[in-house]
């Protein structure tokens, strides 16, 4: 079984609507991330979370919210969903105790999200 | 600014070639690490290597070798021997402390097609 599952894999939604993607990883890491890829820019971060109370927003944050339900598990949410939202959306996670620089972190096999 | 370039945008190969894949980095920071990941047409984000700024020895794994020279910001991915299945986007990332977490920065990205 994979270590960090992302569901669902695919979603198509229309304009205004609210949807949650949503991350679970049975690795143990303490630290949870959400990133949204954009064809030709990589990836960049949305949300972090360092443990269950602990969440910050990352550099496109605007649009989105999460909820990290346990340790193992991170949320997503769209509130009202608008077509430049469509990306490919990766959770990832990563171990405190190796070290802040040292972490590695460790991606879910990523939700494609439509925007109609 | 911290930046990671991947100046390949798209390389095209027949199989059996070799194949160097360019990674340059920003960073101000003394102490950082880089990472190579690969994102095969299925789409999850795969974990191939980290290194530290203070290792600057030349890491091999099977057809896979990294080259990282700090006097010129490089960390250069070579595939020897390219395979089929090495057709993949190739993404290098620099990890700089910022917050107390571990901010990854992505290239944009090196898109590898080895033909049959």
Not at chain 1, 11 to 24: D, F, Q, V, Y
Not at chain 2, 3 to 28: F, G, H, M, N, W
Not at chain 2, 33 to 49: A, D, N, R, T
Request: hydrophobic residues 30%; charged residues 20%; neutral net charge.
């Amino acid at each position: 079984d994979a270590d960090v599952t992302q569901t669902p894999r695919n979603r198509i939604t229309k304009t205004g609507k609210r949807i949650m993607l949503e991350c679970s990883q049975t690795k143990g890491h303490d630290r949870m991330y959400w990133y949204r890829q954009d064809p030709g820019l990589g990836l960049r971060l949305i949300y972090y979370s360092f443990d269950v109370k602990d969440i910050n927003k990352g550099e496109i944050s605007d649009g989105y919210s999460v909820s990290r339900q346990a340790q193992a598990k991170f949320s997503l949410s769209l509130e009202s969903a608008i077509p430049n939202q469509t990306a490919l959306y990766f959770c990832a996670t990563s171990d405190s105790g190796t070290g802040v620089l040292g972490e590695t972190q460790y991606f879910g096999p990523g939700t494609r999200l439509l925007v109609l | 600014a911290q930046k990671v370039t991947q100046a390949q945008t798209e390389i095209s190969v027949v199989e059996k070639e070799d194949v160097t894949l360019d990674c340059v980095y920003e960073t101000r920071d003394t102490t950082y690490y880089l990472f190579w990941y690969k994102q095969p047409p299925s789409g999850e984000l795969v974990f191939l290597i980290r290194r530290n700024s203070f290792d600057e020895q030349n890491e091999i794994s099977g057809r896979y070798s990294w080259n990282f020279q700090k006097s010129t910001s490089s960390f250069n991915f070579t595939i020897t021997a390219s395979q089929v299945v090495d057709s993949a986007v190739y993404f290098c990332a620099l990890s700089e402390a910022r917050g107390g977490y571990n901010k990854l920065i992505f290239g944009a990205g090196t898109r590898l097609a080895v033909h049959p």
